[in-house]
């Protein structure tokens, strides 16, 4: 499928369909455009269904034409009927190692067992590296111990994708659940040695779940987080002036509505800050791209991408300054594929 959006001078195609390469469904979209241009679009590869657990396996494509085009689908990570996902990728600087933390689960037990304390496994973390531009992966490298504290039950990388901050720290974004689940957590895991190691920073609490991070002009942190409140149908923000260390307390804004899903936030270089999510307090639909030219204090510009259903998003940026927007979208679910939308920053001016 090859949509034309002339108006916007949005091009979109499809990168993961339902039911193709031996997938029932793909979800939960992660995008990273490396250092030498290529585009890397993660997805969950899930077997025999929609669920979030079972037999679920991290998959991905390539394209060396800013997405224009595709290679055909690899597998970076398969434990045969267990979970495997959550990707959040984010290259070094440096070195140009990509680095890509990961979460696993036994196949059979379910998030709700996992947060009472009751299932048979638990939630651990992994990461994995590329050093050839994403063509090849390192086995996935267990993290757990040095990144998940003790009480915790959940806990999940992204989904979406890492920063590295002008000084060179790498920042994850991450949420949790304590035993119960009675309180969610979004925080930052952090490495300052080029990805060799890794810690956790301060929690933002107790409502707040899967969340993105951006570095402002002057240095800060912003975290943009998916709410649980179901009473307050608005994205939560909080501040970090130390790198992660600690933030201040959560605030909703109020231009940024979400029907209670995972979202995108992106620095582009010329434009400013970029948002995507669907775009409406009542359901999962009417996936828009936000700008805004100070820092996240206004959204004052914004584009409908698909007015049906969709869900989750990755932003990216090319080298020349393209939009990229990775995002679950369907006409009856927003499950049925992925796709990658293509477009200018032109196409964000008031």
């Not at 939560?236 to 979202?263: I, M």
């Not at 914004?302 to 990755?314: F, I, N, Q, T």
């Not at 594929?337 to 964000?348: A, E, N, Q, T, Y």
Request: aromatic share 6%.
């Amino acid at each position: 499928m090859i949509l034309l959006a002339l108006a916007l001078q949005v091009a979109t195609g499809d990168v993961f369909v339902a039911g193709e390469s031996g997938y029932h469904t793909y979800r939960i979209p992660a995008l990273l455009v490396t250092s030498k241009g290529t585009v890397l679009a993660f997805a969950e590869g899930r077997k025999k269904g929609t669920s979030d657990t079972g037999d679920i396996d991290l998959v991905l494509k390539r394209s060396a034409d800013g997405g224009k085009t595709w290679g055909s689908i690899e597998v970076v990570w398969d434990d045969g009927e267990n979970t495997c996902g959550n990707p959040c990728p984010v290259q070094d600087r440096a070195t140009g190692t990509i680095w890509l933390p990961l979460t696993h689960n036994l196949g059979k037990d379910h998030e709700r067992d996992i947060v009472a304390g009751t299932a048979k496994g638990t939630r651990t973390v992994w990461m994995s590296r590329s050093d050839d531009d994403g063509l090849t992966w390192a086995k996935p490298v267990e993290i757990t111990k040095d990144v998940k504290p003790a009480g915790w039950t959940w806990f999940a990388t992204g989904p979406g994708v890492g920063i590295q901050t002008r000084d060179g720290t790498l920042v994850v974004p991450c949420d949790s659940k304590n035993l119960g689940g009675k309180i969610g957590y979004s925080f930052v895991m952090t490495s300052s040695d080029g990805g060799r190691t890794w810690r956790t920073g301060g929690t933002v609490g107790d409502a707040w779940n899967e969340c993105q991070a951006a570095e402002l002009a002057d240095g800060s942190l912003l975290l943009n987080m998916r709410n649980h409140d179901r009473t307050k149908r608005q994205r939560g923000v909080a501040l970090s002036r130390d790198g992660g260390a600690t933030w201040t307390p959560a605030a909703p804004d109020p231009a940024l509505v979400e029907p209670v899903c995972q979202a995108s936030l992106f620095r582009h270089p010329s434009v400013g800050l970029l948002f995507s999510n669907p775009g409406t307090d009542k359901t999962r639909a009417r996936m828009t791209v936000r700008l805004s030219k100070d820092d996240g204090k206004t959204w004052p510009v914004s584009k409908v991408l698909h007015e049906g259903p969709s869900a989750y998003s990755c932003l990216g940026v090319l080298p020349d300054g393209t939009i990229l927007c990775l995002y679950e979208r369907g006409e009856k679910s927003p499950y049925e594929r992925i796709v990658l939308s293509r477009f200018g920053p032109d196409g964000l001016r008031p």
